[in-house]
Structure formats: structure tokens, C-alpha cells
């Protein structure tokens, strides 16, 4: 079946710019998380949801990031404004609901670069 | 403090031999589990192997296992025959039960590097 699917792969922002990162869970998995990731460095949580509700909001590094996922399935990770500083490969992850094992499956990430 | 603490930033092994990338974390939370995930060049996450910590066998999954010392808090992954296509980087990644998000906390990561 589909794995977790991510577009734009690749995106280039002037600073100050406005970028939406989607993702597309896997079908039929109710969890979606984003992670980020900083050239060299392991992901670091931003959000997570279980089907349309936010649920944790507590690793997104400003006001500047808004995360919804209005129907339950896709996901839009936005960045207002960008700073050079959130150049990064942002990932999406979708899983199970919370059980035994939960194993998260990523997708292939948006590597963003704010000039 | 680190949760999950990888020492090895890079390794290299020859093609065939098996190899030990070491992962320690830290956590009060009796219920946990612990995931090693692989990144190819490519960037995309790819799951490996998973041992919860009241299994009471070492977790494995084909030329993948995890040599998981409780007491220790270690899970180290051993990857047995290395192939070329193993050059990649490893990340440990804990889930503890006590958030509700079960959110992942990922080590800094190994990166291995196969010779043929």
C-alpha cells in the first residue's frame, strides 16, 4: 500500500515568506506527527494530532508555525514569515492509534531552504 | 539531560561482518518503547525494529536485532552480514507511555559507512 507521501520535496523561501508543507498519512492511520530535523541532528518533535484534534502543540518553536489537519487525514504544516533559522527537513509521521507498538512511518520530508 | 544518547557519530565496517551501534536513554517511565530507524541519503525514515520494554525476548527483525539490557538502559542494534546498501544513518528514537502523543525523542544518530 501508499506510505506517508510529503510535497513539495524540496522548497526555497525568501525570508519573510509564508511556505505550507502537506502531507498525506497513510490511509486509515488516525495519529500524524511532525517532526523537525536540522542538518546532522536527529528529528525533534513539533506536533501531533489524532484525527482532526491537535493534541500536542508543544514543539513548535513560534507563533510563526500552525499545523492542521482539518478532515482528519491531511495534514498542512505552515511557516509564516520564514527566518533562515527554520531551514530544515521537516518530516510527517502517521501511525496506529495509541497500543502496543504505534510504529511510526515517516515520509520522505520537505527540505526547506530560507534564503 | 540526553534521553536518548548515540556515542558513535560515524562507524565503518567491512562488507560481511556484523556490526553494533550503541544507543543508551534515560527515562522514569516503567513503559517505554525503543525504535531504531535508518536514513538512507535519500532522507526518508525507515523503520527497523521495535522492543518494548516488557518484552521479555530481544527484538528481531531479519539481519536486524536489538541487544536491549534493561538494567543497562541500553538497546543497542546489531546488524549481522552488513551490505552495502546499510550505509546510512541510524537514529534510536523512545516512546515513553507517560505522554499521550506518543510522540518519538530521537538520538543525535550513527552514521555507518560499509566498505566493500
Known amino acids: 500500500g501508499a506510505g506517508v507521501s510529503q510535497s513539495p520535496r524540496y522548497k526555497v523561501a525568501k525570508r519573510g515568506q509564508d511556505v505550507a508543507l502537506r502531507c498525506d498519512p497513510i490511509?486509515?492511520?488516525?495519529?500524524l506527527f511532525w517532526y523537525q530535523q536540522a542538518l546532522g541532528q536527529g528529528p525533534e518533535f513539533l506536533t501531533y494530532?489524532?484525527?482532526?484534534?491537535?493534541?500536542?502543540k508543544s514543539g513548535l518553536p513560534s507563533d510563526r508555525f500552525f499545523a492542521e489537519r482539518p478532515e482528519g487525514s491531511v495534514s498542512t504544516l505552515k511557516i509564516q514569515r520564514t527566518q533562515q533559522e527554520d531551514s530544515a527537513v521537516y518530516l510527517c509521521?502517521?501511525?496506529?492509534?495509541?497500543?502496543?507498538?504505534?510504529?511510526?512511518?515517516f515520509g520522505p520530508g520537505t527540505r526547506l531552504t530560507v534564503l | 539531560a540526553q534521553k536518548i544518547t548515540q556515542t558513535q557519530p560515524g562507524m565503518f565496517v567491512q562488507e560481511k561482518e556484523a556490526v553494533t551501534l550503541d544507543c543508551t536513554y534515560d527515562?522514569?517511565?516503567?513503559?517505554?518503547?525503543l525504535f531504531w530507524y535508518k536514513q538512507p541519503s535519500s532522507g526518508e525514515m525507515i523503520f527497523l525494529i521495535y522492543q518494548g520494554s516488557y518484552d521479555q525476548q530481544n527484538a528481531t527483525e531479519g539481519r536486524y536485532s536489538l541487544n536491549f539490557q534493561k538494567a543497562r538502559k541500553s538497546a543497542n542494534l546489531v546488524i549481522s552480514a552488513s551490505q552495502l546498501g546499510d550505509s546510512a544513518m541510524y537514529f534510536c528514537?523512545?516512546?515513553?507511555?507517560?505522554?499521550?502523543?506518543?510522540?518519538?525523542?530521537f538520538g543525535g544518530g550513527t552514521r555507518l559507512m560499509v566498505k566493500p
Open positions: 509521521a502517521s501511525s496506529l492509534p495509541p497500543g502496543s507498538t504505534d510504529t511510526q512511518y
Open positions: 528514537a523512545m516512546r515513553e507511555s507517560s505522554y499521550a502523543g506518543n510522540m518519538l525523542t
Open positions: 494530532f489524532q484525527n482532526e484534534a491537535q493534541l500536542d
Open positions: 527515562t522514569s517511565d516503567p513503559s517505554y518503547g
Open positions: 490511509s486509515g492511520h488516525v495519529s
